[in-house]
């Protein structure tokens, strides 16, 4: 091949017609295509550079008023993790200013019993700063090299949420729901592998505290040929929900409050404290139970949340902006159908709830139960309006086996 039929690989322009053309392997390239593209690249990086993420962050008492809006009570959680938001944030922020003192990530600890509103807090905190949030169970999580996820699936969740924006998976939260499951399982270490347990404790503990780590974009071992995104912990917030049923005993215990034989006299600091124990549980209590210290360390922030009252349960029917009330009156006009329930059937119905122990998801099952019927043969009908009376919920409770609910003491 003479030289005036080289031609460029990328443009088809001649030999002759440039100043330089480079031979590769099974091609050529020009120095104006090689220019162009040097172009491209420095546009490139200089427009990653520019696109900052940033968070629109209000002050603690803007983020607790968003919060009433849609979680009824937990005075003391919402302030907590208003004020640990508030300052992640700002943490972030003053990275970016480059400043001498380096602030420390105010990760999570929420303990409260189930159906309290633990989930629904990250999510409502998320909707608010408009950063992605990932939910995930610790359940699921094992050792590597074990049946069930590695933890760093726990980040895949979260470059999918981000819509793999890494920038913007690196500013977003990440919601460990159930990590009380993964206690240690007795106090002496075992000699044996603890796979759902301790082990994954210890392979959470670098995750928490900022770290880079090589991401599967899908998931863990079921995609073994995909390549890695690299994903930095550093400005993730995690947030720690757990039940953790049964610390009430060990509360109990460091408060001297448990009944020993057979003529003990109950000690008692308040006359509530045996049904909201709760409010007394420290790191010591999180460590009897099972979590390691080097993780409690790691989730410095540590807030409880309250059983739900009565009143509180009445107002998770009626008062949020997504109330349960709110969303089947929403159902049914759907279908052109009035819905309206009474007074004495949502305190009938809250009755029920409370009895059953599972908090406010207790609520919404019972409400299944009673309109599943209406749901099921009012589209189909010519009627045009539904009222829910106590006599009514009873009827129909009465038809469905609805004890499997009952929480067993």
């Given at each position: 091949m003479s030289e005036e039929e080289i031609l460029c690989s990328f443009c088809g322009r001649a030999k002759s017609q440039t100043k330089l053309l480079i031979a590769g392997l099974d091609a050529h390239i020009c120095d104006i295509c090689i220019s162009q593209a040097d172009m491209i690249v420095k546009d490139d990086e200089a427009s990653k550079e520019s696109s900052d993420f940033t968070v629109d962050l209000k002050p603690p008492q803007e983020i607790k008023n968003f919060l009433d809006q849609h979680v009824i009570g937990q005075e003391q959680a919402k302030k907590t993790l208003a004020v640990a938001v508030y300052n992640h944030y700002k943490r972030i922020n003053q990275r970016k200013l480059s400043d001498d003192i380096e602030i420390q990530k105010s990760n999570l600890l929420l303990v409260g019993p189930t159906g309290t509103g633990k989930t629904l807090l990250a999510q409502t905190i998320s909707k608010f700063l408009n950063v992605p949030i990932a939910?995930?169970?610790?359940?699921?999580?094992?050792?590597?090299?074990?049946?069930?996820?590695?933890?760093?699936?726990?980040?895949?969740?979260?470059?999918?949420?981000?819509?793999?924006?890494?920038?913007?998976?690196?500013?977003?939260?990440?919601?460990?729901?159930?990590?009380?499951?993964?206690?240690?399982?007795?106090?002496?270490?075992?000699?044996?592998?603890?796979?759902?347990?301790?082990?994954?404790?210890?392979?959470?503990?670098?995750?928490?505290?900022?770290?880079?780590?090589?991401?599967?974009?899908?998931?863990?071992?079921?995609?073994?040929?995909?390549?890695?995104?690299?994903?930095?912990?550093?400005?993730?917030?995690?947030?720690?929900?757990?039940?953790?049923?049964?610390?009430?005993?060990?509360?109990?215990?460091?408060?001297?409050?448990?009944?020993?034989?057979?003529?003990?006299?109950?000690?008692?600091?308040?006359?509530d404290d045996e049904k909201n124990v709760l409010r007394f549980v420290n790191p010591h209590d999180i460590r009897s139970y099972g979590l390691i210290p080097e993780?409690?360390?790691?989730?410095?922030?540590?807030?409880?949340?309250?059983?739900?009252?009565?009143?509180?349960?009445?107002?998770?029917?009626?008062?949020?902006?997504?109330?349960?009330?709110?969303?089947?009156?929403?159902?049914?006009?759907?279908?052109?159908?009035?819905?309206?329930?009474?007074?004495?059937?949502?305190?009938?119905?809250?009755?029920?709830?409370?009895?059953?122990?599972?908090?406010?998801?207790?609520?919404?099952?019972?409400?299944?139960?009673?309109?599943?019927?209406?749901?099921?043969?009012?589209?189909?009908?010519?009627?045009?309006?539904?009222?829910?009376?106590?006599?009514?919920?009873?009827?129909?409770?009465?038809?469905v086996d609805i004890s499997h609910l009952k929480a067993v003491s």
């Open positions: 939910i995930v169970d610790a359940t699921v999580l094992t050792e590597a090299g074990y049946v069930g996820e590695d933890v760093e699936s726990i980040l895949s969740k979260l470059l999918q949420a981000a819509e793999f924006d890494v920038e913007k998976a690196e500013n977003g939260i990440v919601f460990i729901d159930e990590i009380d499951k993964i206690a240690r399982k007795s106090d002496n270490p075992s000699i044996t592998r603890d796979v759902s347990g301790e082990g994954v404790q210890q392979a959470m503990l670098k995750l928490l505290e900022g770290t880079t780590v090589n991401v599967p974009p899908k998931g863990g071992r079921k995609h073994p040929d995909q390549k890695f995104i690299e994903l930095n912990t550093s400005n993730i917030l995690f947030i720690a929900g757990g039940a953790f049923d049964g610390i009430d005993k060990i509360i109990k215990t460091r408060l001297n409050l448990q009944s020993i034989g057979f003529k003990s006299s109950e000690k008692k600091v308040v006359n993780i409690i360390g790691r989730l410095p922030v540590m807030c409880h949340l309250n059983p739900l009252s009565k009143d509180a349960l009445k107002d998770i029917m009626t008062v949020p902006k997504n109330a349960l009330v709110k969303q089947y009156t929403k159902l049914f006009e759907m279908d052109d159908i009035e819905f309206s329930i009474t007074p004495s059937a949502i305190d009938y119905i809250v009755e029920k709830a409370f009895e059953f122990k599972i908090g406010a998801r207790g609520l919404r099952t019972l409400c299944e139960a009673i309109l599943n019927d209406a749901m099921f043969n009012l589209p189909s009908s010519d009627t045009k309006e539904l009222k829910i009376t106590k006599v009514y919920a009873d009827h129909k409770l009465q038809n």
